[in-house]
């Protein structure tokens, strides 16, 4: 079993401050836009939150997780690929990862829905953000992968597949940590501490992503300072901030701030959730449900915001293993019991899975798309202040189908040490 892999952050920081909590626009338009951007299909019935919140709850019950980064869509796509190459009860415990508590679409099955969204996200590339992604199933001197396999797992999921050499654990290491590079768009990722045991038969699933957000309006570069960011070390960091027009709600019974910040063009966005007060995430990773996150995104409506953001770089390097048998998938593991025929021809007894690895890389930068100057001035009066100074969550999901790129927590931001609190 491989073991937890720590993740590491970099984090530098560009900041805006707020001049009063009633800033105006210098320019105003005559009115807000008049009829807004259509809400995007809701977390509720999609396989990638479904999977997500699980594996983010899971990966955050291990008290020492720190600064939790990873892709629901890539995860949840490399392993619908992976089912549909497998049979028994190999095959029904990965689907079960996919179901969701209610239809997503009448008639839709999860892997389609999850081979829409990878191609949305492929076409709004460089326009909305700029996205490097790679997924790749490994094997360890296995029996030959069938072409049908590869081509419907490359097809539908992107989903390639390449052989580990003849060589030791640092060998299977080596390669990995190269071909994770490569998916980072030349990125060094965190390493993975723990080698990699892969025994002969052994499938190792591989995601990397790398994620550079546009902001529909970008956050100025000239008005930045130094604050104290209060996460699990107090530290002195940069801080961004502009005053605009965005989605918000106010949950007072649960003290949370919801909050959606458009991407480029409308086409994905970027979702915070911030308590209150100054607190560890331990209260709202415990309270998130799909149904709740429904509600809260359904209750958001377009306010006047004054935001003040970490510009931040959040890299992590996890292994999936641990949180994917919590959550049911048990007999992909065990060589005797596996059944991913549909693999490889006459593979039963000869194929496993032997690891889930994922690298991620997340940059929240003050850069917009190109086209901000076209469009239309924001009136802003009395802004609420989303002022993130601590601890948040983050989400990146696509406005045309709905699905979650990206899931995250910022628990400590790199700076200047005060001291420890919490």
């Known amino acids: 079993m491989l073991p937890r892999l720590?993740?590491?952050?970099?984090?530098?920081?560009?900041?805006?401050?707020?001049?009063?909590?009633?800033?105006?626009?210098?320019?105003?338009?005559?009115?807000?836009?008049?009829?807004?951007?259509?809400?995007?299909?809701?977390?509720?019935?999609?396989?990638?939150?479904?999977?997500g919140?699980?594996?983010?709850?899971?990966?955050?019950?291990?008290?020492?997780?720190?600064?939790?980064?990873?892709?629901?869509?890539?995860?949840?796509?490399?392993?619908?690929?992976?089912?549909?190459?497998?049979?028994?009860?190999?095959?029904?415990?990965?689907?079960?990862?996919?179901?969701?508590?209610?239809?997503?679409?009448?008639?839709?099955?999860?892997?389609?829905?999850?081979?829409?969204?990878?191609?949305?996200?492929?076409?709004?590339?460089?326009?909305?953000?700029?996205?490097?992604?790679?997924?790749?199933v490994f094997s360890k001197q296995a029996p030959p992968v069938s072409k049908a396999f590869e081509k419907d797992g490359q097809a539908r999921f992107r989903l390639q597949h390449q052989p580990l050499g003849k060589g030791d654990s640092k060998a299977d290491l080596k390669q990995l940590h190269g071909w994770a590079k490569a998916g980072l768009g030349g990125l060094e990722g965190a390493p993975l501490e723990a080698e990699i045991q892969a025994k002969a038969g052994a499938l190792i699933l591989a995601n990397a992503l790398r994620f550079k957000g546009l902001w529909e309006r970008e956050f100025g570069e000239d008005n930045t300072d130094r604050r104290t960011f209060l996460g699990k070390k107090y530290t002195k960091v940069m801080?961004?901030?502009?005053?605009?027009?965005?989605?918000?709600?106010?949950?007072?019974?649960?003290?949370?701030?919801?909050?959606?910040?458009?991407?480029?063009?409308?086409?994905?966005?970027?979702?915070?959730?911030l308590p209150f007060h100054v607190e560890n995430l331990a209260r709202l990773d415990k309270l998130l449900t799909l149904e709740l996150l429904s509600k809260w995104l359904e209750k958001t409506n377009i306010t006047s915001v004054a935001i003040s953001l970490p510009k931040a770089n959040i890299t992590s390097t996890i292994s999936l293993q641990k949180q994917l048998i919590a959550l049911g998938l048990t007999d992909a593991w065990d060589q005797k019991v596996a059944d991913f025929s549909g693999v490889a021809d006459k593979s039963k007894g000869k194929l496993h899975l032997g690891g889930v690895l994922h690298w991620a890389f997340l940059e929240l930068a003050a850069q917009a798309g190109k086209g901000e100057a076209d469009l239309e001035e924001e009136n802003i009066e009395k802004p609420k202040l989303f002022y993130a100074d601590h601890?948040?969550?983050?989400?990146?999901?696509?406005?045309?189908?709905?699905?979650?790129?990206?899931?995250?927590a910022l628990d400590h931001a790199e700076g200047e040490a005060l001291h420890d609190e919490l």
């Open 6 to 51: 720590p993740v590491y952050l970099l984090i530098s920081l560009p900041v805006l401050l707020v001049q009063g909590s009633t800033t105006t626009s210098s320019k105003k338009s005559s009115a807000a836009p008049a009829s807004p951007p259509p809400r995007p299909p809701p977390p509720l019935g999609d396989p990638s939150w479904a999977l």
């Open 239 to 273: 801080m961004m901030h502009r005053a605009g027009l965005y989605r918000h709600h106010e949950d007072i019974e649960n003290m949370v701030q919801v909050l959606e910040a458009p991407l480029w063009g409308g086409k994905a966005s970027l979702v915070l959730l």
């Open 53 to 136: 919140l699980r594996l983010y709850q899971a990966l955050r019950s291990d008290s020492s997780s720190v600064n939790t980064l990873f892709s629901p869509l890539l995860v949840a796509s490399s392993l619908g690929a992976l089912s549909g190459g497998s049979a028994g009860t190999t095959a029904s415990q990965l689907q079960d990862l996919l179901k969701t508590p209610t239809p997503f679409k009448a008639g839709v099955q999860a892997g389609e829905h999850l081979s829409v969204a990878l191609k949305s996200f492929a076409e709004a590339n460089v326009t909305a953000f700029h996205l490097h992604t790679s997924s790749a």
């Open 391 to 408: 601890p948040f969550i983050i989400f990146v999901r696509d406005n045309a189908t709905g699905a979650l790129l990206l899931m995250g």
